[in-house]
């Protein structure tokens, strides 16, 4: 399990740096209105950033993660925002559900990281839905790699205990993997953290899905109901 997962407090101060959950939030609301969702299930919930805010609109939602740091946290913050979630340590690559969910979620390019096998994964997925249910997949457009084939991404934030955290993403590409080595400073503390992740592209994740049994499809870019030409994001429903 990545170091990262285990920094709950601080995994979340990171990911909120970078993401705009309200947006992502947004779009998985209108898609799921779309498709007269009820009950969700969030594969990889994290800290429950987007199981939280869906609770908080009337989704029955069951978020499943590895992490038990992760799972804690978010049973903490669904509690201080007073919404009815399950929060269960699960892996997403043997679990299994009698229930049937409307929708799941995989979201900000969790499932095609290491350990997570996406093939066991999306056939799981595919099992837990309802006839007609709809899976989305949120991941980074690989389409658009760096040609310098190297990315470095820092962070950094004052700490409620008033110390400082500072984190630095040091990301390396080959022809399929992403490499990632995380330097991670809390109060002068060092954390290392290596995270490798598949650079599944966007026809190579419906090619996933059909395989798995999933029939029609519907392609969001940068959140949005449009193509665009370099997206930053792409977000992929496959419909069973």
């Known amino acids: 399990m990545q170091v990262l997962y285990q920094l709950s407090d601080y995994y979340k101060k990171i990911i909120n740096d970078l993401v705009d959950t309200n947006l992502e939030v947004n779009v998985l609301d209108s898609i799921f209105k779309k498709h007269k969702v009820k ?81 066991k994964v999306i056939r799981n997925v595919f099992h837990a839905l309802k006839n007609h ?36 993403l040091y990301d390396r590409y080959t022809e399929n993997f992403r490499i990632r080595d995380g330097i991670i400073n809390i109060d002068g503390k060092k954390y290392r953290d290596l995270c490798v992740t598949h650079l599944l592209k966007e026809a190579d994740w419906i090619r996933e899905l059909k395989e798995a049994g999933f029939k029609r499809f519907k392609v969001y870019h940068d959140y949005k109901e449009k193509r665009v030409k370099k997206p930053a994001r792409v977000l992929i429903a496959g419909i069973k």
């Open 39 to 119: 009950s969700v299930l969030d594969v990889a919930c994290g800290v429950g950033r987007h199981s939280i805010p869906l609770a908080k609109l009337g989704y029955q939602v069951t978020g499943i993660d590895l992490s038990p740091y992760q799972i804690k946290k978010a049973k903490e913050d669904a509690k201080k925002e007073k919404v009815k979630t399950s929060f269960v340590i699960q892996d997403a690559n043997s679990f299994y559900y009698n229930k049937k969910f409307d929708a799941a979620i995989c979201m900000w390019t969790t499932l095609g990281e290491e350990p997570m096998q996406y093939k």
């Open 133 to 168: 249910g709809i899976f989305i997949i949120d991941n980074r457009s690989w389409e658009h790699i760096p040609k310098e084939r190297e990315e470095i991404i820092k962070t950094s934030a004052k700490l409620d205990s008033g110390g400082t955290f500072r984190g630095t």
